[in-house]
């Protein structure tokens, strides 16, 4: 007897000059076209905007904590809501981050042994929360989510300690094999294992190797955007797409500038997430394919165009710059219309790139996004060297 597998990869497409590809990855709650960009709902929901506003714009898939979650609401009342879509009212596809991130971001208040790691609570200050690999699991089987994260040992890239970079790799694939014995929902959720070393190319392949042994539907690569250089950020995320299969989704963690998400599809990766674009759109900052747009600035005052002129969302089609300029940051209504704005962004973003590819006219698709990025052509080396990897180049 076979079981339906949670997760169902179909390579659509392929870039005959990158390693950039379209394919679309059906899931428990529905279908995923990719490359993909999903937005942070940290605590189960996206701040500014409500399920339902989501869903019809067409939006397939989001993020959630594992670690927040767990500490609140809790597994208990998750479990009884039925889990996390039913307690958010979100139907499509969720991926749950496993919580290893805040072994970084929260590390003055954490403590890492070879069970897991130690929090002090951030809601009670005098409480602390153990997170195992086991109960990383057991939290995220609560929450119900399609795609779950093993529980990782991250560091930062910035770390020069190769001895203690080496010890999280070996590290995170033993956690790997404590999340996968666990796991209590296999039939309707898929584990991804994730590839750490930071910026060490031998460490990063033997953390890929390892984690290829595995039976998994799909990999990760995690430990970047961590204040790294771009030059050095390439060249992992270059080296770890090579090595991983073309035959599952490769999902490259805490990514979402628009230059960068351009950047790394060309680069062989399919799914991305950052909480960048809906915290950006809370300080008044919309996201164009030219730059930002800070909406707080004097200049914006007396504009009366919209953020896009050719951008199909309800901001763009019904409110002006001025507008916003003179509500951002004070009223809820302008985290609400900026954020649908920079949501739809980036959703445009990643369609245009799936039909440039499809249309196998990828490469044209970059320069033109560069050269709107960079009208005066004075591109940053590291764009010039990350796509000329891929045989793009930019002095056509």
């Known amino acids: 007897m076979t079981t339906k597998s949670p997760l169902v990869f ?53 993020l959630a904590n594992t670690y927040h979650l767990g500490t609140k609401p809790g597994v208990e009342i998750l479990e009884k809501a039925g889990g996390l879509h039913k307690f958010m009212n979100w139907n499509n596809c969720l991926l749950t981050d496993s919580g290893g991130f805040q072994m970084v971001s929260l590390l003055k208040l954490a403590e890492i042994t070879e069970e897991g790691v130690r929090f002090q609570s951030l809601n009670d200050q005098k409480a602390e929360v153990m997170l195992t690999p086991e109960h990383s699991i057991e939290i995220q089987n609560a929450i119900g989510a399609d795609i779950v994260m093993q529980l990782d040992d991250v560091v930062r890239t910035t770390n020069p300690d190769k001895a203690r970079i080496e ?24 584990i991804f294992p994730i590839v750490q070393g930071t910026l060490y190319e031998d460490l990063r392949e033997i953390s890929a190797k390892d984690h290829i042994k595995r039976h ?13 250089s771009k030059d050095d950020f390439w060249k992992i995320v270059h080296l770890c797409t090579n090595i991983l299969p073309k035959d599952k989704p490769r999902y490259l963690m805490g990514v979402g500038f628009a230059e960068d998400l351009v950047i790394c599809c060309a680069l062989g990766c399919d799914m991305f997430d950052c909480v960048f674009p809906t915290r950006t759109a809370r300080f008044g900052c919309a996201l164009t394919r030219t730059g930002q747009l800070n909406l707080k600035k004097e200049k914006f005052k007396k504009d009366f165009k919209p953020i896009d002129e050719n951008c199909p969302c309800n901001t763009c089609k019904n409110y002006t710059r001025a507008y916003l300029s003179g509500v951002v940051t004070v009223y809820p209504s302008a985290c609400h219309l900026i954020t649908e704005h920079n949501v739809v962004f980036q ?18 698709f970059v320069r033109k996004f560069m050269l709107d990025l960079y009208p005066n052509k004075e591109y940053p080396t590291w764009v010039r060297d990350s796509l000329s990897a891929v045989n793009i180049s930019l002095t056509l």
């Open 10 to 62: 179909t390579l659509i497409a392929e870039c005959h000059t990158t390693k950039a590809r379209v394919s679309r990855m059906v899931l428990p709650h529905g279908p995923v076209d990719m490359p993909v960009f999903m937005p942070v709902g940290t605590q189960g929901t996206l701040k500014g905007m409500l399920p339902e506003q989501l869903e019809e714009l067409g939006l397939q898939i989001m």
């Open 216 to 228: 998994v539907n799909g990999y990760a690569i995690g430990g970047l955007s961590g204040g790294e």
């Open 167 to 190: 010890e999280s790799v070996h590290r995170t694939t033993r956690w790997l094999d404590r999340c996968l014995q666990v796991h209590k929902k296999p039939d309707t959720q898929s």
């Open 347 to 364: 959703m445009r973003l990643m369609k245009d790139i799936r039909e440039s590819i499809k249309q196998d006219k990828f490469p044209e």
